[in-house]
């Protein structure tokens, strides 16, 4: 998901700014509506240090973040082609009118510093307080639009990053992407990405960063099965590397069951390799046959994983929760709460037929 597919778009009306004093300040204000999914900010005095900063993040973490100083604040908010916010401590509270704001077509939000002009209350079309104590305009701008897009900020991507920040529990993840963005890679048709160019996919496709860090942990996984397996068993490496990197695309659009079909159409729409469209397409649970397809909603077709590259992919993707390995216990456990013991046995049937295979444990990698 990015910045762009949210509704109504939002732009944040800075004023008050004062460069020799606001730096920080302001520029938490431009950083936090980025990450939150504003489209631009817009400053009432001209301030040349703060493009430079706003300008860097971008280049350095992706997106289109637009940001305007030196504007005049007044012929803002009357030209502006939508509903105006005001964000007080002295306004209405937020829940009155968030289903309401989710309406318009577009917002500019004000946000004010110590002191705001009596004509900003008059021509607002919402005096909005998030609460009536004192609290600081980044905090008030941060509950506004986590409020006003109901808390999709995790899920965001920026396209075009350098760096992507992944969730860590301890210390600090961070990818650099070294492949060129998505619409200056040379694509032909049938083209299998490397790991580099899938991750760019990936990223510039509009993959949340929890999805990118489980689908690399699938590429660890594979990575480590094929450092036991022996060389006598035909594996195409790199179709089950990039296979485990790229399995989970569909999740830019959806979490629901339908993400696999969803990402084999995105793939085949960049030409790829068919063989990776039908990993993506093939790896939901232990495989959908047609009776399932259609009790879930989905095309009516056999989405059972059926190569072997196919079923290692989605055997691991059962084996990791979130990004961490654990025992399929856990998965059959989980299916048959859902009563879909189908499911279960399939997934099961796929395990005893990959360890006789391939000659492993697969118990023996979660490590």
Known sequence: ??????????????????????KRVTTHVALLARSFGARGVLVDRRDE????????VVKRFGGNFALRSGVSPKREVENFPGAVV????????????????????????????EKVPGWVYQKADYNISISQQPHSEISSLAVFLHELYGGVEEEL?????????????????????EAPPLSELKKEEGWIPDEKEALRILVDVGTPPAVISHCLAAMEFSKDLLARV???????????????????????RSHGIDHGVIGGELLRGLGVDERLAKVAERHIGAGLDEEDASRLGLPPKRYVPETLEEKIITHIDNMLADSERVPLSTFL????????????????DIQMELETL??????ELIG
Do not use: C
Request: aromatic share 4%; proline share 6%; no cysteine.
């Open 333 to 348: 456990e989980r299916m048959r709460k859902r009563g879909l013991e189908k499911v279960a046995r399939r997934a099961l």
């Open 230 to 252: 022996s060389k006598n068993v035909k594996i195409d490496e790199r179709l089950l590397l990039v296979g485990s990197l790229l399995h989970d695309v569909g999740r830019s």
């Open 358 to 363: 391939l000659d492993i444990k697969f118990d």
């Open 49 to 56: 240090r703060l493009h430079q900063t706003v300008e860097e």
């Open 1 to 22: 998901m990015f910045p762009e597919d949210l509704k109504p778009p939002v732009w944040v009306l800075r004023m008050g700014h004062r460069p020799e004093r606001d």
């Open 86 to 113: 005001h964000l007080t401590m002295y306004g209405e509270p937020l829940r009155w009118h968030v289903k309401e704001l989710k309406d318009e077509e577009r917002l500019l939000v004000v946000v004010g510093a």
């Open 157 to 177: 991507s920026f396209p075009g990053a350098r760096e992507v920040i992944l969730p860590a529990k301890k210390g600090k993840k961070v990818i650099s992407l």
